[in-house]
C-alpha cells in the first residue's frame, strides 16, 4: 500500500447522475477528488451496481479499489481537473 495515499471510505457519496461513488483522498497531504464509476465497481465485485448498492459494494471491494487508484496515481492518469477516476 501507498503510504503517501490514504483514501476516506467513509466519506464516499454516491453520484446517480454520473453513476460513481465519490469520496476524498490525500496524497502528500493534498486533498485529492476521487471517484469510482458503477462499472468499475460491477467488475471489482463480479455484479451490478446501481444506486442502491453502490455504497455496499464500495466497502466490499475497498482494498481492490485503493490499489486501482495508487495505479492510476502511478500512471500519473489524472483527469484534467486533477482528480482520480477509475
Wanted: proline share 1%; charged share 20%.
Amino acid at each position: 500500500m501507498n503510504q503517501s495515499l490514504i483514501l476516506a471510505a467513509d466519506q464516499a457519496q454516491v453520484d446517480t447522475a454520473k453513476a460513481r461513488v465519490c469520496f476524498y483522498g490525500q496524497l502528500n497531504g493534498a486533498l485529492l477528488p476521487c471517484a469510482v464509476r458503477f462499472t468499475t465497481l460491477s467488475a471489482l465485485a463480479g455484479c451490478a451496481v446501481d444506486t442502491d448498492n453502490a455504497q455496499a459494494i464500495v466497502e466490499l471491494v475497498w482494498f481492490d479499489i485503493e490499489e486501482h487508484m495508487e495505479a492510476a496515481i502511478e500512471s500519473e492518469a489524472f483527469e484534467a481537473d486533477g482528480s482520480l477516476l477509475i
